[in-house]
């Protein structure tokens, strides 16, 4: 199974000012297959699959309508489309198998099918075909609900997929990943202040029997 490329559409440095959507140019030199999401797919020089996840109503009124009834890239939907001769169905119940170990619930225990955007449908196929390792281009996650509704599940797919053996090379997301440790070893002052923090709890919690235990 070849190496892969996952391709957002942030704007990025090092971009391609022929495309609308600023496109690292340095993704298409690598050694891979390119994966890339909805409308944006269809600017692109190479794409080898398009992940159109929305439902019928939605994507058959985009622009990218007419490209995907043409294209020869593998096309990602919830179900074969007729009009798309490439369309394939996404593999649901096999991605759910993934994380069958991962169960959530307040009231109830349930394996989770955590799935917020498209990003993480194409992270979890590339879990589920074994790639060796994956590349990541313009992912910004900075903004609206980018950051409230997709971020952590991006992330929590990410880990999942470094869990399980596959390389990432993320050239993006530095406000993410370049932040400083919390606690650098040498910082000995940090680490006293934190001890004597944590001692002063534990005394007043053995001194005030109103003070509600964690």
Not at 41 to 59: C, E, K, M, N, S
Not at 180 to 193: A, C, G, M, V
Request: hydrophobic share 40%; aromatic share 14%.
């Amino acid at each position: 199974m070849r190496d892969l490329v996952i391709l957002g559409s942030a704007p990025m440095p090092g971009s391609d000012p022929r495309y609308k959507f600023f496109v690292d140019k340095t993704a298409f030199q690598q050694d891979a297959d390119i994966w890339a999401f909805n409308s944006f797919a269809r600017i692109l020089p190479r794409t080898d699959a398009v992940f159109q996840i929305h439902l019928p109503g939605r994507y058959r009124n985009q622009p990218s309508w007419e490209w995907l009834k043409t294209t020869k890239a593998i096309v990602y939907m919830r179900e074969v489309d007729p009009e798309v001769p490439t369309s394939v169905a996404y593999p649901f119940e096999e991605v759910y198998e993934l994380t069958r170990n991962v169960r959530q619930g307040v009231r109830q225990l349930e394996p989770i099918k955590f799935l917020t955007s498209t990003a993480p449908f194409a992270i979890a196929l590339a879990i589920l075909q074994n790639r060796p390792k994956i590349h990541f281009y313009g992912f910004g996650l900075e903004q609206n609900t980018e950051y409230f509704e997709q971020r952590d599940c991006i992330m929590f797919w990410m880990a999942f997929a470094a869990g399980r053996g596959i390389s990432l090379d993320i050239h993006c997301l530095d406000h993410i990943f370049k932040r400083e440790i919390y606690f650098r070893p040498s910082d000995k002052r940090l680490l006293e202040e934190e001890r004597q923090q944590c001692q002063e709890i534990v005394i007043k919690a053995n001194t005030n029997t109103d003070m509600p235990m964690q």
